[in-house]
């Protein structure tokens, strides 16, 4: 994996000091959720328990008036299917439909009489016995017998499930019932991620695996993981859990393929656990070519976020825990006493203020005279990247053999190319600033124009020369933060937002259709995101992002960890710029200038492509179903037509009912509608995969 792939970290320590007391009571609790988790679902809570005991009650209380009414029912059927069978219905319809009745009377008339005999003969040795037995035993018996006979009834009789008059009751299904073998497939074919006739190959059996159950299937041959990875809300339907506690990923590298799954699904929402304190609280210094702490996913593994290399983009509705995650990076930042921080927060209150104590330039809100001062720190730090280049470029091939920092590059105070993070909180604010730069030029360039070339220069050649991003918004549509700089940020978060749009505009599109979809997040998650790590240099995709609840960092420790970080700057001699008391910025050369209206010039599709991530704005509309799930089942190169009942088992339908769809969405029958294909011994229902492609194109206005 590469430098800034999102790696998950190995051995990331978190823990707190129990005593023996209170371990034994977490091991109690841990034992008890286990237990719980294997009990049918309508015990498991308190409220549903106190329903389903109310329930019972209600049952027992009117029994004395449903037993009868079920009997009575019971008695209809049965009465109804001796009836049949005595005037040998099936037969005779058969022979009636077949225009043989004639052929056939005698037959059926025969075992009519025959029929009756035997009922005849059955009640009176029936009434017989019972006399008999009454005589010589007493009636008990007999009314054990009537018993059971009216029992059978009321079964026969009951109300069914979905019928008429019954009554919901809170479903009977335990985890541990849904994650045993069968009921596993069952939910894989209802989910429609394998077809009907489908069965899973069982690469690992379904365990206990920390707080949930976790299992590792191969997918039939024609199927594929990352499908099943999109199909993630139909599965956690069919298991019957919330799709939060559902985690679904395919398995990759020499232990995977394309078609293996492992699925993890936890007891209850692993989201909703207390916030993890973060290490970072506690650490003494941090060296930020290590990827710092981030937070763990579902199943608790820890996840670290690359800084180096790459800018991160972190997006969400307000209150969601946006500054609390920018301020992870920013505090390893602030930890290493090699690292320059400029810090911008245009949400203007004390979240960054601790930053102050050793930040080389720190700009406090997003009034006017904090905008003109963001816009020459920016310029400055421009001016720093060109000037590294330069610098790099006569350096000695040991100590710099490409042309990028090396981490002992950065940390040699002779060479002064620190580390640089630039963290800009609420950036939309400084974006959307539109006084014009020059007050002498009203029509000319707005100061959030410049900002924003700044940053997109620095974005894209900065990375190479030490030089990170880490955004934060509310606003992460293309209005507020053209692709020209997105396309530059190659690290994405979504918190919760409120659309799945909204959730492709951070993520990057074709997301959503892979299952990622932030919007799904509860507002009760706060400070848990999908992250995906697509720069153009690491080799995830779009089926890869994690989710992570965050660590939290709170003010009062990221403030200690500044102090830290301020006496660890002043013993190194790195405290610099704004948190030395120097505050005067440095000049934009000319020649640096030109380069940056030279970049900013450059096509946003020139720049866009440059990276793996396309943005979500190309994608405005999803595809109706089935058409959406044909794109992914029909490969590029097959062309002519396809029998309808072949299109419909790779994605799971019935074959009528995908003739019937494709007809509403316009997709014609060819003529003719039914052909042999394949050698097949009758004419098929078919489909022209060129009519297809046409539907989808004009649903795009192609
Ligand atoms: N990792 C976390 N775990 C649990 N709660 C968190 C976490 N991060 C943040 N929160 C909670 O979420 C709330 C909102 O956080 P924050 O101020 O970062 O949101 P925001 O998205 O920046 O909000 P705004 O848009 O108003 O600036 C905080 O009160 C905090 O307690």
Redesign the pocket.
Known sequence: MSQNAVELAPEVLTGELLTEEEYRRSKARRLTETARSRLPVQWQTPESRRQVAGALAGQFALAPVRYPRAVGRGLVIAVRAWWGWVRVSDFYEAAKAGDKLADKWVEIAALRRRRAIITLVTLGVLGLGSGVVSLAVGSAPVLLAGGAASAALAIAGRRKDGAGGRKAVVGARTLAWAMDGDHLVEAFRAAKVIGKDDGLQFVRLPKRDGSGWYVVVDLPASRRASQAVAHREDLASALAVDESRLILERVRGDDGHAGRLALWVGDSDPYAAP?VESPLAKAESWDLWRPPPFGTTARGTAVALPVVWTSLLVG?I???????VMRLPLTAAALDPHVRLIVADG?GGKDHRPYELVAHRYIRDARADSVVRLIAVLEEAAADVEDRFSRLADMDDEVCPESKVTPEITRNPRYGMPLTVIGIDEIQNYLEDDTPLDPGNPKGKKRGQRVLELLTFIAKTGPAAGYSLVLAT?KPDSAVIPDKLRGQLGTRFALKVMTWQASETILGAGTYKAGMDASKLLTSH??VGLLRGADGETDLDAGEAVTVK???LPIKDIRAACERGRALREDAGTLTGDAAGDHAVGDLPAHVAARIEEAARVEPATVAASVDIVDAEVVDDDLPEPLGALVDAIDDDEDGVVATADLAERIGWEAKDLGQALRRLGVPAPTPPRQRINGSPHPVAVVNLADIRAAVVAHYGG
Request: proline content about 12%.
């Open positions: 916030p969400a307000p209150r969601m825990g946006k500054t609390y949400k509310q706060k400070g965050t660590h939290l």
